[in-house]
């Protein structure tokens, strides 16, 4: 019914499926149509949409049809949070133009293609907000370690630790990376350019641009650490090396001497 107050929820579960086997399982499974990006799972009540990337968006759907529908992509998961995201509006139809206001979603009708191009922007911020997580998470992990060298000079972490540490931030930074094309519009747009306008809407409501920008700055300091934590090591290993040549110049001295003592 038209002006009905409905749920929309999103849940990030993992960092990727894999799609291929998801898409296969739940065509035969369910009554599923593949999007461009996204899998449509319909229900009787309501919407699904799954993406790639470990997000999916339930358009009215009861808490026992998600828990089921969960507990079937679970097999699928590629690395699945310890802690999944959520995200949750109100939404209605029938309104004369689709806008956002105070997380309530008016949507002009009950299409899919309409529901995907919100899916889009929403399944994309929840991404965004895992990133943003992981990078804060990162870049706290070692925040102790550039305060220790600025107040003491050293970070007094063994070469292997300091090893650890810059494979933890290069790990980071690859993996934000890798995920940063999932935040561009997506190529379902080529296809549907009718309801682009509706994505956009979404991702500015939700902030999706800015907040790149601010993942992006994130970024930029892990790759400070990176870079700090590197110079670190190469001047430990540069310390060793010196130590050692001192040392074998010690022993070649005193054999000198000796062998002159001994003539």
């Known amino acids: 019914m038209d002006n009905e107050i409905l749920k929309c929820i999103a849940c990030c579960c993992s960092k990727t499926f894999r799609f291929s086997e998801l898409q296969e399982y739940f065509i035969e499974n369910h ?9 449509h799972v319909s229900k009787e009540n309501g919407d699904i949409f799954i993406f790639s990337y470990g997000v999916i968006v339930f358009w009215d759907i009861s808490r026992d049809q998600r828990l089921h529908i969960l507990d079937d992509v679970e097999r699928f998961e590629n690395e699945p949070l310890d802690n999944m995201l959520t ?14 206001h105070e997380d309530h979603i008016y949507l002009e009708s009950a299409e899919t293609l309409e529901k995907l191009a919100v ?17 804060w998470g990162t870049i706290d992990a070692v925040s102790h370690i550039p305060r220790r060298i600025a107040k003491t000079g050293k970070s007094r972490l063994k070469r292997r630790d300091l090893a650890k540490i810059r494979g933890r931030l290069f790990v980071a930074d690859m993996d934000i990376n890798l995920n940063y094309d999932l935040l561009d519009t997506p190529e379902f ?24 920008e601010i993942l992006d700055k994130k970024l930029t300091v892990i790759r400070e650490l990176f870079n700090m934590l590197a110079d670190e090591q190469n001047h430990k290993h540069s310390a060793v090396l010196e130590w050692i040549i001192i040392w074998l110049i010690a022993i070649e001295i005193i054999l000198f001497v000796i062998n002159e003592l001994s003539k």
């Open 87 to 100: 995200d949750e509006f109100s939404y209605s139809r029938g309104e004369a133009s689709m806008r956002i």
């Open 189 to 212: 747009f080529w296809e549907y350019p009718e309801v682009e306008s509706l994505y956009g809407k979404t991702v500015k409501y939700l902030d999706v641009k800015p907040r790149i």
């Open 31 to 39: 009554r599923a149509v593949f999007y461009k990006d996204a899998l």
């Open 119 to 135: 899916s889009h922007g929403i399944a994309q911020s929840l991404k965004l907000s895992e990133l943003e997580s992981y990078a």
